[in-house]
């Protein structure tokens, strides 16, 4: 019994030192880094507050982006059904007939994506708060934190205003805010940084200029947002910039949209964007037919969706260059044979015709409608992203507002020469045409707003009764496919009244996106938007 | 050559004992016997050993032996495995017989029960074993296929056709939301799985059901474990040579009818396609991709041993073509084990080798999606001999070119070395340590030419791929195992530690653009794409590691056979859990009470044996990756910053922490009665269980800010199972040539989400959406509902279809909206669908029968699942005549008298009702007598049909199809078509 006890406990001994040392559960991971990995050195602090800039390309044209929620409920551009798919649960068609609610997937990436960006910007103002010798940066991201919140204060409205730096603090959850106190938080943060800003252009980045178009932005449409007009505070913003940024008129138009379109004088405020090096903006290929790769040397096919609305086509001068942003007519390869219509049997031997004529939103052909070609396509593109930047501020959107502002002021005729500048590129081949006057100006809208089906309007509302239609047009003809529209129809009272393609209205709470669902889920400090 | 080997073994046998008995030095006296069985046949193997000695022999394949004793007083024991051990004197006999008899006490089966084995009367949780004898026959692709239909509770189900998929396994119900609910295979005792090793090397397979069986595994228990026993030498055991193989060939058992060349003239010449759609040629593009397969199996196996030394060793190959070009499967397996007592009954070592190597085929559902569409009226290459493209139209590639204009090789190997010891320092206690190391690879290069669709259509020029991953698993066991019988009373101890580290790593290179096709994939380098930076060529790596320790222990107490008691515990930490809550606890105990063995019942002569079952049991399983409870930034390998001059990289946060994060927890309870009545000709198993699945992990949205990502991954959901299990086993006729044993495997399990919330992780919407069609419909196909089983559809009801005004005879989609009036599809908005059936199955039931007569045998396994439904991706996207592609023939059946008109839409006339009777596998063997042949023990011929008929009223391919996953009946329309397998085979035995 005695030798078993050693036995025993030998053995025992040596089982338990063995297995002492074998208890150790703590993670080092080798491909990420962890926040305790991270430090504080410079080049570490750059790659951590520079999403606060790339997450722009994300918002803008990532799936479901900035870009989509603008137009796709608006009358300029709709992603209607087509034979190869696009009804993808009726998210396109709740965008176009204003059915959204608080799961639709637009607004949702929106919100997620600047949050996420928010989160980031609030982090790093603290940490540069705390360091010295750091220039305007601190400035810098807090002009850009008002532009995202500009962002929300256009399509939610009524969102908590975060500015907490510390992410430790888990337990706080944000209150929500209402848009008037947004929209101050907004004024006196830009308020207080402009005087400080950098004029220096760095491209696509935050400068005085860019934060006075924010302001700009956000006193235009102040009416909307807080219920009081600030057409002189509006002026202000974009007098400076006209006065003293250096900014000009490209000669050309298209010049903007070009594939190196960085050297552009026009651009105040450049989203960035390469084919492979940021990725996000496939547009061509969600607008394109499939059958386009061959027009463009594509190295992937086209997803073939989103056109124009017939109705707003009909509202160009036919003699406007602008026209040109639109992909129309008969479709050829890069060596100029003809490409043809692939979808439907009878039509494969037809060559493919981008029509302006479609059905409506529940059925249009593959050929049909218009497609966006604002941005060039850069030939032999082997991903499917193309490399134009995106401004999302240009110099021609400074004039517009200030010319707006004057219209509204009662001064039309000093609008009207802004405008007729404006238009001057557009119509080189004939002069006269680009000149508008400020009783024009004064007129309604030449939108023949109504139902429409297959090149047959249903029902008819005109757009006679909109005041200043015409310059409601302008901003069409001038920002179209910019992201701008939603907007300027909130502005001239056309979003929630008109009727346009198989679009009718429904309902004045339209105007701001309700809070996604998943937001509201998470966070119990937050309610729907009122009318949802 | 038996001969001679056996002639040779003889010799060395006797130099051996001559050697040993010079050593020893004594007077030396001969002895010749033999050993017969109970029917007076000689027994080979049967150990021969010198009483207070390691001297000993075996007898020959006749059951005779020769030994040398000192002298008369020398005793020989005699024992055999399920035989009594006898003790002889030697005495002044030169000639011993010796009859030996069979232990019924020995003979009695033994369930392996992880980390041990126990007495099957003793067992008190739900075990299920599975003998070679009932695996079922014929071509298998991997171990799993062996348990189809013998395990109640277990569904196996390989809904796909190729030769290399894996099988899926379910034991007792999904038990996971964001992780796998499949069990935990283990081969002797160490991770692997279905496909390690040759289903020809496996002694048993035991399935530990319920959470009191599963408990002492702990995080890895939750989903039940199956254990796999390889076949292992027996002290004593003359050597033994197997061989298996077999040669089969398959067909589809059915295909999707879409129509040919013949159908498509048809209709255009009722008007009903644009004539412009015939191309002229006439082509059957799925007869152009497949090929009739040949298969084949070998697998050889040697054992033997002496008292001492015990070595098995078992190769196997297998091939097998796959009926799409292409598809093939190639697999070699070798698996060596050798024991050795290097102080007898003191130290053992044992030495097992496993190596594993496996080619894979390129099926590719995408290829088979290109062979149903394309128009059969359209050639397969043009005049030129190039192959036929129309880069114009969208997603439309031709299968050939996509098949023959691609280099593909694919391939894993495996390595699993372990090395044991163990130590007896007294009687009955084991103290053995075990190491062993699992590693995996597998490299992948393929290469499309410049001949590819990559090219002529998207420019690529030759597009190569490389990648490479490989695993590495490290294990460490101690154990001290105790067991002991005194009177009435029998109990065990098992105290035991154990360590898992796991690393995987891999790195994979994508370029295009290259000079010649000439390099396919080995110079990857030429490629010009990567140099220039262009999108669709790049390079990753990447590592990660976890590690598992565990601390368990397990006693069993049994008294008289009648009550038996098991508990077990296990104490556990991952380092995959998060920092406050890296450790858990798994308890368990179980019961058994054999009441046949009780006064009152011993004079019901009926009831043969009755015994009836209680367990608790906490099990855990962990569905997060490595470093999930960290927070965590990645660079972002996409995507850079413009900083006004240069591209840099920039920093994402990926993951909140969540220093909470843990395993998913499974509460069982399981009870359960085992009989044998009327003279153990009928026996069987009831096992009912209940079990609460805790703190499941799920995505739950959170604030941003204060976190970094609007999800946190936590455990916070709770689902439930119940079930019934019922197995029986008939045996029907028993005479001397005719015997008919039968088996009903019976399963119910009613699955339900109780809660996807808990007080500090919340959803507001106890729903969400899971399953997806798939462009162009894109739509989810699945709603996941607290309430409600996990598997439910959610869509439109379809009620008909409505007349289109300017197309007579054509007609659009009507639905039933939310307030139950009909309206057209159109209209409909996302607050109309509503639930349309479940794909999971309710209950299975499967019935195996085994006939013999005469030298004939026969076995039969049918099974079917049972109240379910099915969405048929086929129908739902090619019976449509809208389609610009090919369809299926039955697109222009009316619709109430109407043709289809709406695009391809997601509504129940695609959901059918599933249930299924299965023929799934007759097997007739022919057994030749023993006493006419020369060279072999045994020897058997057999043909085997698989998968020979299904009576279902699902229009689809074949209404097996996936279960796993939170979109369970999904009839994935890209999905490898199942085969039917015709298999000639034999067994030889050396």
């Known amino acids: 019994m005695k030798t078993l006890n050693r036995k025993i406990f030998i053995a025992s001994f040596f089982l338990l030192s063995f297995i002492c040392s074998c208890t150790d559960l703590d993670e080092t991971p080798t491909d990420v880094l962890t926040d305790k990995d991270l430090g504080n050195s410079p080049e570490i602090l750059q790659a951590l507050t520079a999403p606060v800039y790339t997450s722009l390309t994300n918002v803008m044209?990532?799936?479901?982006?900035?870009?989509?929620?603008?137009?796709?409920?608006?009358?300029?551009?709709?992603?209607?059904?087509?034979?190869?798919?696009?009804?993808?649960?009726?998210?396109?068609?709740?965008?176009?007939?204003?059915?959204?609610?608080?799961?639709?997937?637009?607004?949702?990436?929106?919100?997620?994506?600047?949050?996420?960006?928010?989160?980031?910007?609030?982090?790093?103002?603290?940490?540069?708060?705390?360091?010295?010798?750091?220039?305007?940066?601190?400035?810098?991201?807090?002009?850009?934190?008002?532009?995202?919140?500009?962002?929300?204060?256009?399509?939610?409205?009524?969102?908590?205003?975060?500015?907490?730096?510390?992410?430790?603090?888990?337990?706080?959850?944000?209150?929500?805010?209402?848009?008037?106190?947004?929209?101050?938080?907004?004024?006196?943060?830009?308020?207080?940084?402009?005087?400080?800003?950098?004029?220096?252009?760095?491209?696509g980045k935050m400068n005085k200029w860019a934060a006075r178009m924010v302001l700009a932005k956000v006193y235009l449409n102040a009416s909307v947002y807080i219920g009081q007009t600030k057409w002189d505070q509006a002026i202000e913003q974009v007098d400076d910039i006209i006065t003293n940024g250096g900014f000009q008129l490209e000669s050309n138009y298209q010049s903007n949209f070009i594939v190196e379109n960085e050297n552009s004088d026009e651009q105040i405020f450049s989203i960035v964007f390469d084919a492979t090096r940021s990725g996000w903006f496939h547009y061509p290929w969600k607008t394109l037919h499939p059958s386009s790769a061959a027009t463009y040397d594509l190295g992937s096919q086209p997803w073939g969706g989103s056109c124009a609305i017939p109705q707003f086509i009909d509202t160009y001068d036919e003699d406007d260059s602008r026209l040109n942003i639109w992909i129309r007519g008969l479709q050829f390869a890069s060596d100029g044979s003809p490409v043809y219509n692939s979808m439907d049997p009878a039509l494969v031997n037809v060559q493919l015709n981008y029509t302006k004529q479609i059905g409506n939103v529940d059925e249009t052909q593959e050929y049909e409608g218009y497609r966006v070609g604002k941005f060039e396509i850069e030939r032999g593109v082997t991903g499917n992203a193309i490399s134009n930047d995106v401004p999302f501020f240009r110099y021609a959107d400074a004039l517009m507002i200030k010319a707006e502002c004057l219209l509204r002021k009662g001064q039309a005729d000093a609008a009207a020469e802004i405008v007729t500048t404006v238009r001057q590129r557009a119509f080189s081949t004939d002069p006269d045409k680009a000149t508008v006057t400020g009783a024009a100006l004064q007129e309604g809208s030449k939108y023949n707003y109504g139902t429409y089906k297959a090149g047959v309007m249903l029902t008819t509302e005109g757009g006679d009764d909109i005041q200043y239609g015409r310059f409601l047009d302008e901003l069409g003809y001038e920002f179209a496919a910019e992201f701008h529209r939603r907007q300027d129809l909130i502005r001239f009272g056309v979003f929630t009244s008109k009727s346009w393609l198989t679009h009718v209205p429904n309902g004045d709470h339209r105007t701001i996106f309700d809070i996604p669902q998943s937001v509201l889920d998470a966070n119990p400090n937050l309610s729907h938007n009122p009318g949802y | 050559m038996r001969e001679f080997f056996t002639k040779k073994m003889f010799r060395l046998a006797f130099w051996v004992l001559t050697l040993i008995a010079a050593k020893n030095g004594y007077a030396q006296q001969t002895v010749n016997g033999s050993v017969l069985s109970e029917t007076n046949e000689g027994m080979p193997g049967v150990n021969i050993v010198l009483k207070g000695t390691t001297n000993g022999t075996t007898t020959d394949v006749d059951g005779k032996f020769v030994i040398t004793v000192p002298g008369p007083e020398s005793v020989l024991v005699i024992s055999f495995v399920g035989y009594g051990t006898e003790e002889f004197t030697v005495g002044n006999q030169s000639q011993i017989d010796v009859r030996l008899t069979p232990d019924i006490s020995s003979l009695q089966e033994v369930v392996v029960i992880g980390y041990g084995t126990q007495r099957k009367q003793d067992v008190t949780t739900a075990v299920t074993q599975v003998k070679p004898n009932e695996f079922v026959p014929g071509a298998v692709r991997n171990a799993g296929e062996l348990l189809r239909g013998k395990v109640a509770g277990l569904t196996l189900s390989t809904s796909s056709g190729d030769p290399d998929a894996g099988v899926e396994i379910l034991l007792r119900g999904i038990t996971s939301i964001y992780g796998s609910s499949a069990p935990l295979v283990l081969i002797d005792g160490y991770t692997g799985d279905m496909n390690s090793i040759s289903p020809n090397d496996i002694e048993s397979i035991d399935v530990l059901k319920d959470a009191s069986a599963s408990a002492i595994y702990g995080?890895?228990?939750?989903?039940?474990?199956?254990?796999?026993?390889?076949?292992?030498?027996?002290?004593?055991?003359?050597?033994?040579?197997?061989?298996?193989?077999?040669?089969?060939?398959?067909?589809?058992?059915?295909?999707?009818?879409?129509?040919?060349?013949?159908?498509?003239?048809?209709?255009?010449?009722?008007?009903?396609?644009?004539?412009?759609?015939?191309?002229?040629?006439?082509?059957?593009?799925?007869?152009?991709?497949?090929?009739?397969?040949?298969?084949?199996?070998?697998?050889?196996?040697?054992?033997?041993?002496?008292?001492?030394?015990?070595?098995?060793?078992?190769?196997?190959?297998?091939?097998?073509?796959?009926?799409?070009?292409?598809?093939?499967?190639?697999?070699?397996?070798?698996?060596?084990?050798?024991?050795?007592?290097?102080?007898?009954?003191?130290?053992?070592?044992?030495?097992?080798?496993?190596?594993g190597l496996q080619k894979y085929g390129s099926f590719n559902g995408w290829t088979y999606r290109q062979a149903l569409i394309r128009n059969p009226t359209d050639a397969v290459k043009d005049e030129s001999g190039d192959w036929v493209e129309h880069g114009d139209q969208f997603q439309y590639e031709n299968p050939l070119s996509l098949i023959k204009e691609q280099v593909y090789d694919d391939k894993s190997q495996w390595t699993w070395l372990t090395g044991s010891m163990s130590y007896f320092p007294v009687d009955n206690l084991e103290l053995k340590i075990v190491g062993s190391q699992h590693q995996w690879s597998n490299e992948t290069g393929t290469y499309q030419t410049k001949k590819h669709i990559s090219n002529v259509r998207d420019g690529r020029n030759g597009v190569a791929y490389v990648g490479n991953g490989a695993t590495t698993e490290n294990f460490l066991d101690l154990t001290a195992d105790y067991t002991k019988s005194f009177g009435l009373h029998r109990i065990?101890?098992?105290?035991?530690?154990?360590?898992?580290?796991?690393?995987?790593?891999?790195?994979?290179?994508?370029?295009?653009?290259?000079?010649?096709?000439?390099?396919?994939?080995?110079?990857?380098?030429?490629?010009?794409?990567?140099?220039?930076?262009?999108?669709?060529?790049?390079?990753?790596?990447?590592?990660?590691?976890?590690?598992?320790?565990?601390?368990?222990?397990?006693?069993?107490?049994?008294?008289?056979?009648?009550?038996?008691?098991?508990?077990?515990?296990?104490?556990?930490?991952?380092?995959?859990?998060?920092?406050?809550?890296?450790?858990?606890?798994?308890?368990?105990?179980?019961?058994?009470?054999?009441?046949?063995?009780?006064?009152?019942?011993?004079?019901?002569?009926?009831?043969?044996?009755?015994?009836?079952?209680?367990?608790?049991?906490?099990?855990?399983?962990?569905?997060?990756?490595?470093?999930?409870?960290?927070?965590?930034?990645?660079?972002?390998?996409?995507?850079?910053?413009?900083?006004?001059?240069?591209?840099?990289?920039?920093?994402?946060?990926?993951?909140?922490?969540?220093?909470?994060?843990?395993?998913?927890?499974?509460?069982?309870?399981?009870?359960?009665?085992?009989?044998?009545?009327?003279?153990?000709?009928?026996?069987?198993?009831?096992d009912y269980y209940d079990r609460k699945l805790e703190d499941l992990v799920f995505d739950y949205p959170v604030p941003v800010p204060p976190n970094l990502i609007s999800t946190t991954r936590a455990n916070a959901a709770t689902m439930t199972n119940k079930g019934v299990e019922i197995s029986l086993n008939i045996i029907a006729v028993k005479s001397d040539k005719f015997e008919w044993t039968t088996n009903f495997n019976y399963s119910l399990n009613k699955n339900k989400l109780k809660s996807l919330s808990n007080e500090k992780f919340k959803v507001e919407n106890d729903f969400f959406y899971a399953g997806y069609t798939g462009d162009p419909i894109q739509m989810t196909t699945h709603k996941i509902e607290v309430g409600k089983a996990i598997g439910s559809f959610y869509g439109y009801k379809s009620v008909g279809l409505e007349e289109d005004p300017d197309n007579a005879g054509e007609g659009t989609w009507l639905i039933q909206g939310a307030n139950g009036e009909v309206k057209p599809i159109a209209d409909a908005t996302e607050d109309d669908r509503q639930i349309l059936g479940n794909g999971l199955p309710q209950w299975y039931l499967a019935w195996n029968n085994y006939v013999k007569y005469g030298n004939f045998d026969m076995s039969i396994t049918m099974r079917g699942a049972f109240d379910y439904q099915v969405l048929n991706f086929q129908r739902m996207f090619y019976e449509n005549p809208t389609i610009v592609y090919n369809r299926l023939s039955t697109s222009y059946d009316k619709i109430d008298g109407l043709t289809l008109a709406s695009p391809q839409s997601y509504v129940s006339y695609y959901i059918e009702d599933g249930d299924f009777w299965k023929i799934d596998n007759v097997t007739i063997g022919y057994n030749f007598n023993r006493d006419k042949m020369k060279t072999f023990k045994n020897a058997r011929v057999y043909i085997a049909g698989s998968n020979l008929a299904t009576i279902t009223g699902y229009k689809g391919i074949d209404p097996e199809v996936t279960r796993t996953g939170l979109a369970p009946g999904n009839d994935d329309r890209d999905k490898y078509p199942t085969t039917r397998t015709f298999t000639l085979g034999v067994n030889l035995t050396f």
Request: charge should be negative; proline fraction near 3%; include cysteine.
């Open chain 2, 492 to 686: 065990s101890g098992l105290l035991g530690y154990s360590y898992i580290d796991y690393t995987n790593s891999g790195s994979s290179i994508t370029n295009f653009n290259f000079p010649t096709d000439n390099f396919s994939y080995h110079s990857i380098e030429q490629g010009r794409a990567l140099r220039e930076g262009l999108a669709g060529a790049g390079v990753d790596s990447y590592k990660s590691d976890w590690k598992l320790i565990g601390f368990f222990g397990r006693v069993g107490y049994g008294f008289n056979d009648k009550y038996n008691l098991l508990a077990s515990v296990r104490y556990e930490g991952s380092s995959r859990f998060g920092n406050d809550n890296k450790w858990g606890l798994f308890p368990s105990v179980s019961a058994g009470w054999t009441i046949s063995k009780e006064g009152f019942l011993s004079d019901v002569t009926a009831i043969n044996m009755l015994k009836l079952r209680v367990g608790y049991g906490r099990t855990g399983s962990i569905s997060t990756d490595p470093y999930q409870s960290l927070t965590r930034y990645a660079y972002s390998a996409s995507q850079f910053y413009f900083n006004g001059t240069d591209w840099v990289s920039i920093l994402q946060p990926v993951a909140n922490t969540n220093p909470d994060l843990g395993w998913e927890t499974n509460i069982e309870y399981n009870i359960g009665l085992d009989f044998s009545i009327v003279d153990n000709r009928v026996s069987g198993t009831i």
């Open chain 2, 219 to 355: 995080t890895r228990g939750k989903n039940g474990v199956i254990l796999i026993t390889t076949k292992k030498a027996k002290a004593g055991l003359q050597p033994v040579v197997e061989y298996s193989g077999y040669v089969a060939t398959e067909s589809f058992n059915r295909k999707a009818d879409f129509m040919d060349a013949g159908d498509v003239r048809t209709r255009i010449a009722e008007g009903v396609i644009d004539p412009s759609y015939d191309l002229g040629a006439t082509t059957d593009w799925m007869d152009e991709i497949t090929r009739k397969p040949v298969n084949h199996f070998h697998n050889i196996s040697l054992r033997g041993g002496t008292s001492l030394t015990q070595y098995a060793a078992n190769v196997s190959y297998q091939k097998a073509d796959g009926m799409f070009i292409g598809s093939n499967n190639e697999e070699f397996k070798l698996r060596m084990d050798l024991t050795h007592y290097i102080i007898e009954d003191k130290l053992k070592v044992n030495f097992n080798v496993l190596k």
């Open chain 1, 61 to 203: 044209f990532g799936w479901h982006g900035f870009f989509d929620l603008q137009e796709e409920c608006s009358d300029i551009i709709v992603t209607p059904a087509r034979p190869n798919g696009w009804v993808d649960g009726g998210t396109y068609k709740a965008m176009h007939m204003h059915t959204w609610n608080s799961f639709q997937s637009q607004p949702g990436a929106l919100w997620s994506r600047v949050y996420n960006a928010l989160n980031i910007l609030n982090s790093a103002i603290g940490t540069y708060e705390s360091m010295e010798d750091v220039g305007t940066l601190v400035e810098e991201l807090r002009a850009l934190r008002a532009f995202y919140y500009y962002l929300l204060l256009d399509n939610f409205g009524n969102v908590p205003i975060v500015t907490e730096d510390d992410l430790s603090k888990k337990d706080f959850l944000p209150e929500q805010n209402t848009r008037a106190e947004v929209f101050g938080f907004i004024e006196s943060e830009l308020l207080e940084v402009i005087p400080v800003l950098s004029e220096e252009k760095v491209y």
